[in-house]
């Protein structure tokens, strides 16, 4: 079982500035929440372990996680409320958010929370988004992470929101603890210029991230593809054909299919992850591209099932 720990919200999708007003679509949200749905959807066991609100809005989401296969043995009731994300797209399907979340429930899962122990069937757990950067979540995730790197594979994806980390400068030795206990790290180039400039050099950051613990490294690029780092080597891979809608939840879905790929095959371990050769690091890419691609061509945060991932790898 793959545990995703984080936040799970809702998005509000903001349409055009009318008279009477400004109609939005509430959908249920949160990186981590779509990198659960992902995994269930490509037929992996998966958890959730979070803060789910008990207000309307928390209770949604806990039924949309149940309704895909989720586990929500792990996921904590809290009485605060369920984070807020105002939603906007530009002309390209890039989003925009702005969050409405202090104090909130995801937020709010404490030391207490976290499990004691996890059973042996448990292979990863991953973390990410902006629940590295707000307490107390962020300090419960660490210690919980440090307590379990080494035993089972740790999956970090930053997703980096400045609006909501504020110093950059300041978090990112926090960053870099969390890099040093993971196992694989996904990250967007707009990561690499949010945590080291614009004029910084992706493979220069990637190789001091790889000296700092991980095996294997992926950077996400737009309509450029993805790059994969690993002692075999580099290995790029170009963005999937399709019709852009928009790109919600493209991450999410390279991220689930990665790791859904690697746990299928039985190598999504510290050892397992290490010892790749790079048939396997660029078999693993294509297909996280390719399921990226996928959610891409669909309007919000839509992850692909096992059959049409299946079936887009075939077609290629």
């Excluded at 799970?8 to 990198?35: H, K, M, Q, T, Y």
């Excluded at 009731?77 to 530009?90: A, C, G, K, N």
């Excluded at 976290?114 to 069937?121: E, I, K, L, R, V």
């Amino acid at each position: 079982m793959i545990v995703v720990c984080g936040e799970a919200l809702i998005d509000l999708f903001a349409g055009e500035p009318a008279a009477d007003g400004i109609a939005c679509r509430a959908v249920a949200g949160g990186s981590p929440f779509n990198l659960a749905v992902g995994l269930a959807r490509l037929g992996r066991s998966v958890g959730f372990l979070g803060g789910l609100s008990t207000d309307p809005f928390g209770r949604h989401l806990r039924n949309r996680l149940a309704a895909e296969g989720v586990r929500l043995d792990l996921a904590v009731d809290r009485p605060e409320r369920t984070t807020l994300s105002v939603v906007s797209t530009d002309a390209e399907g890039h989003p925009a958010y702005a969050f409405h979340g202090e104090g909130a429930a995801d937020r709010a899962l404490g030391p207490g929370d976290a499990p004691a122990s996890f059973g042996d069937d448990v292979t990863c757990l991953t973390i990410g988004s902006f629940s590295l950067s707000v307490e107390p979540i962020a300090s419960t995730l660490e210690g919980l992470v440090r307590r379990e790197a080494g035993r089972r594979a740790v999956s970090l994806d930053p997703n980096l929101r400045p609006q909501i980390v504020g110093d950059v400068a300041a978090w990112r030795p926090r960053f870099e603890r969390f890099l040093a206990l993971s196992t694989i790290v996904k990250a967007s180039d707009e990561d690499v210029v949010h945590l080291h400039g614009a004029a910084a050099d992706p493979d220069t950051v990637v190789a001091g991230w790889l000296d700092q613990g991980p095996a294997l490294v992926l950077l996400t690029r737009g309509g450029r593809g993805a790059t994969a780092w690993h002692r075999t080597g580099r290995f790029d891979r170009a963005a999937a054909r399709t019709t852009v809608v928009d790109t919600v939840g493209a991450g999410d879905s390279f991220q689930a299919a990665l790791l859904a790929h690697l746990e299928a095959r039985g190598t999504l371990s510290p050892a397992g992850v290490a010892s790749l050769d790079g048939a396997a690091v660029a078999e693993a890419l294509a297909t996280a591209v390719t399921a990226a691609g996928i959610t891409c061509g669909r309007r919000g945060a839509d992850p692909p099932d096992a059959a049409a991932l299946a079936a887009a790898l075939a077609a290629q």
